[in-house]
């Protein structure tokens, strides 16, 4: 079954797992067609029970860290109680995962292991951040061996128990200064990799404990025994390279990771034939799940996978319907067969450039040109069009080229569609907007065209040139009557209605919303009847034009559920503090 749109960008595909107070999914990006991981966390409270956003500032910084050896972050972002990061996904396992499947690393595994981590926190460190909770399920192994470290800045996020020094790491890879809640600094993280090694050279972390006062005991002394003593064929030097590492007071280890890694690096193995070996396991522990999320992304809706290209169709489509709308304006100033053409092509070019743009030059062009044909009903529905595209379309992405584009659907006898595909596409209140626009601009091509019946059909010579043909007595019949004005309202109703179900962003919410908003049309037109605005065929015509609009958006919804648009500047960013 589809799931809700997370952000209303990401469409999760299968979950990943989750520990201590964070989940991980995997989803599909909308908008740049990947697939990403998506890390949610509850934000921590304070004592009276709010949300704790002192801090955030500061994880988000380090989150977005930028290096190879570095799980990348593309987005980070916070709703009322949660925090969202939206990193690249890593197909291939922890070494959590790892390590229950081998028990321990040899030596050239190990290699290939600490290498890659120490780089990762010796650049972090460069840039003044701290990882503070180096373990293994933060240690992810990719399907091609490449090692990368998760979740820089994560740990100060979860509060596992109310108390400041558990929300800032891991038992067993927290040194007595972090566990004491003492001032920290990158000799942190060596002591947390140390013990990383230990546990990968050993299979057993010497530290680990089930309360941090038994933690900080057994960090607080040195281990009896070393790697070398618990496992054959480890050098003992590796033991004096740890033990420096994992010294209880920090002036007593190396002075940073790097030193720490080139001491330790010569008494390892081969880190490329280590990479190797890696490869091979984490292939066989992935196997299943590449089969599944293959399953997965095959399940995503066609709107899903074509998202990315939402913006290159919509300035083709800008292209079109604004070059078409300036024209029918330019047409009545009489500037020549080629000046006009040329106009015309200037307002397509920047319409493809700048859809929102084009949308409010062709919606001028054409109520210059009504009024220069003295169609004074043409030019009002125009005006209104620019008054509604200056005050809710100009900042956004586009969304009256459907309004204007409506004409087109009801020459193929599919109009009522228009609603139900701007709530679909769009949220209530710009979707209610452009649906009253596009029934007045279906209204008028409708009246030109001498349909009985506005709103429900237009021929192709309207479409061309509808001038001649817009009378003020046509227009006020069609336009000013009550009974296309309960059907311009039932047009914004109904897209509104149809919005607000499609916000849940699942094909079974998109079906209850088009049920509704068809629904709101039908009321519409039955209104409109008894109002005395339409005879018996018009009403049946209508009703042949419903179903036809709900069978098209059948089809819409079957291709996939809705996925919304954001407008250009972006979303708003919802964190504080």
Known sequence: MDQALILDRYRPLADLGSGGHASVVLAFDTKMGRRVAIKRLPLPLDASGRVRRAGLAEARTAAMLSHPSIVTVFEWDTDSDEAFLIQEYVEGVSLAELLRRLGRLDLDETAAVLGPVADALAFAHSN???????????????????????????????????EAWA????????PPEQLLGEPLDARTDEWALASLAFELLAGANPFAAGSPADALARARAVPL?????????????????????????????????????????????????????LAATAR?????????????????????????LSPSATRAGALLVCGWLAFLGLTPLRLGLASTAGATLLVAAAAAAAPALGVGLSLLAFVTGSAVARTWGAATVGAVGLIAWATLGRRRRGDGLLALSAPFLAFARAALAVPLLLGFTFEPLPAAAAAALAALFTALFSAAAGRAAPLLSV???????????LSLASLRASLLAPGPLVALVAWAAAAALTSVFCRRGTRLAAVLGVALGGSALFGGYALWSLLGGAGPMPQAAAMQQLAVSLILMGIVIALGPPVRGEPDD????????
């Open 128 to 162: 003044g951040v701290l990882h503070l909770d180096v373990k293994p399920e933060n240690v992810l192994v990719a399907r091609d061996g490449a090692v990368k470290v998760a979740d820089f800045g994560i740990a100060a996020l979860t509060d596992a128990g109310g």
């Open 167 to 174: 929300a800032e790491g891991t038992l067993g890879f927290m």
């Open 225 to 277: 025994r070393g790697p070398s003593e618990l496992v054959r064929g480890i050098p003992v030097a590796v033991d004096d390279v740890l033990f420096a590492a994992l010294a209880p007071e920090p002036a007593d280890r190396y002075d940073t990771v790097e030193p720490f890694a080139r001491a330790l690096a010569p008494h390892l193995g081969d880190a490329g034939a280590g990479r190797e070996a």
């Open 284 to 308: 066989e522990l992935t196997a299943d799940d590449v089969e599944e999320e293959a399953e997965a992304y095959e399940r995503l809706g066609l709107w899903d996978r074509w998202a990315w």
């Open 459 to 469: 021929d192709l010579a309207t479409l061309a040139d509808p001038w001649p043909a």
């Open 570 to 577: 972006g979303p708003a960013d919802r964190e504080a503090g």
